[in-house]
């Protein structure tokens, strides 16, 4: 019995970065060895269904399965599939028999022709239905170069690109936008390195929680987090209102950003601000873009919700050459949402509706900026089920009276 996972198709060309993503997912190097049959990696593991539901949140799978392996012959696969059909097709349920790949011979539609009649005729006593759709049960069977493999259990998995392919980006994460961004910034290869900006304990409180979501997608047991704060001025009008104040932030942290990576290209003597941008590269994974790690990249979290007039204020006081934007076209912000829950949903949903006359008093942008930059800290956070209170007392801990 193998773990089969197969790589999407823009992972196909990257798959040492997401090999190294899945030894250091499965923290098993000296239990788990990892062999290509053509575009599959097979798995070789101790506990095949805790590797298997591990792999679910790697990005640049398409998706994995248990497999029992077979001979490359039609009348060897048809007895593979009805062995394994045997044991997973239960009384009254409705089964499907997907072959993928080729071989040289074998049709894959004659494979699955005969190995569904012979299913019929073997299990004829449990009244079981052959169907295309809205099945209960997929046998999936995948023909690679060097034999078959019938999948006993099978999973899709998270997409995208391996995490770290790309290189790494700069992002901040302080409400829902900003997250998806960040997500969506892993989703697409890159490694994202996390700035958290809060200016309240509450605020903290949920950024802590959309952190532990990402933590969860990327390839490491423990992630480390740059994060700082500002204190809202009191005659700041903009802090009051939510709407204003996730345009404020928006803001905020793009200058901030900008300001991080600018001051690190320009060779500043400033420790605080140029360990921030140098020190990302130690946070990617293994990548095989090499390219990246000489030039700073930044994410900014702006996206058709926003009025064109506020992206082009921002982009105007951004002199960053390398900036990408996440979520600029993405038809899927309000999916991605339901992957931080219901409140990011309606906090995002609020925001569509509050983009018309939006304008941001940046009268202390620059104050913030400067607050910012002279808070910042680094915590290192293990992947646990305590995660967010880690977070959140870990921040408390040093930043002490504070927060």
Do not use: W
Request: proline share 2%; hydrophobic share 40%; net charge negative.
């Amino acid at each position: 019995m193998v773990v089969v996972v197969e790589p999407t198709q823009f992972a196909s060309s990257r798959l040492d970065v997401l090999k190294s993503n899945i030894m250091a997912v499965l923290d098993a190097h000296e239990r788990c060895s990892i062999k290509q049959d053509g575009h599959l990696l097979l798995l070789d593991v101790d506990e095949p269904v805790d590797a298997m539901y591990a792999l679910t949140n790697v990005f640049g799978i398409r998706s994995i399965g248990i497999a029992d392996t077979a001979d490359k012959k039609l009348d060897s696969l048809v007895d593979a599939i009805v062995s394994v059909g045997k044991h997973i097709i239960h009384s009254n349920e409705r089964f499907h028999v997907e072959v993928l790949g080729s071989a040289k011979g074998i049709v894959t539609r004659d494979v699955e022709f005969a190995a569904t009649a012979a299913l019929l005729s073997e299990l004829s006593m449990l009244n079981v239905k052959p169907s295309s759709k809205g099945y209960d049960r997929l046998i999936r069977v995948y023909i690679a170069d060097e034999g078959a493999y019938v999948c006993r259990i099978y999973r899709d998995g998270a997409g995208g690109l391996p995490v770290g392919s790309n290189g790494y980006a700069l992002c901040s994460v302080y409400d829902c936008i900003s997250a998806v961004a960040a997500y969506v910034l892993a989703e697409h290869g890159f490694y994202p390195s996390i700035i958290v900006v809060y200016s309240e304990d509450g605020m903290l409180r949920r950024v802590a929680k959309k952190i532990e979501v990402i933590a969860r997608m990327l390839p490491r047991k423990s992630i480390e987090l740059k994060y700082t704060y500002y204190t809202p001025r009191s005659n700041d009008v903009d802090s009051s209102n939510k709407y204003h104040y996730h345009y404020k932030n928006t803001l905020l942290t793009s200058l901030l950003l900008d300001r991080l990576v600018r001051v690190s290209d320009m060779g500043s003597k400033s420790n605080n601000s140029n360990s921030i941008a140098s020190s990302m590269g130690s946070n990617s994974s293994s990548s095989n873009n090499s390219s990246n790690s000489s030039s700073s990249i930044i994410a900014l979290p702006l996206s058709s919700l926003h009025s064109m007039d506020f992206i082009n204020s921002v982009m105007r006081r951004v002199s960053c050459r390398n900036v990408i934007f996440p979520l600029m076209f993405s038809n899927y912000l309000l999916h991605y949402s339901r992957i931080f829950g219901v409140d990011c949903v309606r906090e995002i949903q609020d925001i569509s509706k509050s983009t018309e006359s939006i304008a941001v008093d940046d009268s202390y942008i620059g104050e913030y900026v400067e607050e910012c930059i002279n808070n910042m800290h680094t915590l290192e956070v293990k992947l646990s089920p305590n995660m967010v209170h880690d977070i959140i007392d870990g921040i408390r801990r040093m930043q002490g009276d504070n927060v």
